[in-house]
């Protein structure tokens, strides 16, 4: 299912914020590299201002201590009256002219000026307070004067003996330090606006990048398919597993989790941890390939297909064929026996005829000696079967068994040293077990000289012991494991499609009832299969020494089996 972007109809704009993904996430990237840009600036720009304020101050504390340091200053200034030719100017102002600063005052202690850019200052009171400089202390200042704002630096001036006797103060014009901070501004937003540029361009191209993997749509879109997406998962009768590249599970739907008997806890989980080792992991993982795969997980039959996504992960889809199995096995057996019942009409109408004639011809001894010998054959195989085995279900399975086989040209006898008595706990699944043994021997028996199956099925305390031993070719050493895998058969395709399931449920069960299935050759060179299933009979009763144990018709009434 594709989401169809959604589009304004022709001839109408929409204006506001985008719907795209794409146009939403280019917008944000460029604001916050705007943000980020502006925020660097201004960061950048407040120390600055700050430190060329504070190299402009240094600057003139260091001209005025200079300028104090030379003694002829102060003798001068204790020897001469302030003029605007007098030695004290000459030395501030060549002073000024050497060091390029704004102008060099210097006072006596009553803060009168003795030199100063402007002559007509000379002799009078300083605009500022000279109190700190005059007490000793070094000054420095941004503050406005004659001359209007500057950069300051004050010191004391003292004479040869130490004594104050002025200060002098020197200004740096402002002018001049805002004027540095504004030529390093274009510089500055260069800087910065290659730096926006760049990450425009970054943003453009990881939008881009996001526009392809989310295929241009609105997040309104995403969200919408997300839901979707879950709803559609988890309502699915279809198992649904998707792995990352790493063979880790990425998701797994209520069917998948229920068909593959895990919980959601295994997302995120490597798939040989949670499933093991066996068929469903290797098909899951795509080391076995194919299209609708046979695999058997517990109990159930199921058909596995698996798709590999564009990141390297795969998404694998689950379907159970549990009852479709069960059915197909069921319509080969009809088959069997609709094949058997087929010759037996033929047989039985042949015999009808003999009897007829033998009436006609009034050899009524003779007739009633060959209905003797007919049924007697019949009762005698149903007698045999039911005396060693006591389970109705299991016993009734085995009489037609052995109808298909005689039909078939192979004697199916139960080995005298057999007794099964009706305490199975779970006849069906041991139905399910001698059935599929029994077919297979029939098919491998069938056609050879002296065709014969035998089955043997006898209890150890509560442990059922089954073998089936047939005359056919056996099974040669290096596939004696290799059939109990699912999907391996060399049969031809029955009616419903799907072979190789027989022995692997075998197997399946007799491991879940902690026993065993083995396969080795027999005395006559055939295939000899062995099932041990513990705790397959319950508790006998105390006394019964037939083995049956009660048990309930469908109205509630306790009835006992009696042994034959």
Known sequence: ?????????????RFGWPQRVFSQVLLMQLAVAAGVTVLATGL????LSHQLDDQAMRRALAIAQSTAAQPQVAADLVASRPAADGPVQREAERVRRATGAEYVVVMDRHGVRWSHTDGGQIGKVVSTDPSEALAGEEVMEIDSG?????????VPLRDSGGAIVGAVSVGIEYDSVRARLLAAIPGLLAYAGGALAAGALAAYLISRRIQKQTRDLAFSDISALLAERE????SIREGVVALDRTGRIRLLNDEAQRLLGVGPEAAGRPLDEV??????????AGRVTGTDLLTVRGHRVLVANRMPTDDGGAVATLRDRTELERLGRELDSTHGLIDALRAQDHEHANRLHTLLG???????????EFVTEVVGVHRTTAEQVTEKVRDPLLAAMLVGKATVAAERAVALRITPDSLLPDRLVDPHG????VGNLVDNALDAAAGTPDASVGVTLRAEGRTAVLRVV???PGVPDEQRELIFTEGWSTKALPAHGKRGLGLALVRRFAERQGGHARVATGPDGGAEFTVVLPEALSEALAGDASGTVPREDPDGTVLREEAR
Do not use: N
């Not at 299912?1 to 109809?9: H, K, L």
């Not at 499933?275 to 899951?284: F, I, M, N, P």
């Not at 033998?358 to 009633?368: R, T």
């Open 1 to 13: 299912m594709s989401a169809v972007p959604r589009t304004p109809p022709p001839g109408r704009r």
């Open 44 to 47: 950048f720009l407040a120390p």
């Open 146 to 154: 004659t001359l209007g704002r500057s950069a300051r630096g004050k």
């Open 231 to 234: 709803a559609m998962l988890h």
């Open 275 to 284: 499933l093991g080792a066996g068929r469903t992991t290797d098909v899951l």
């Open 358 to 368: 033998l009436l006609e011809l009034e050899m009524h001894e003779e007739a009633v």
């Open 430 to 433: 041991l139905v399910t077990v």
């Open 470 to 472: 047939d005359s056919g």
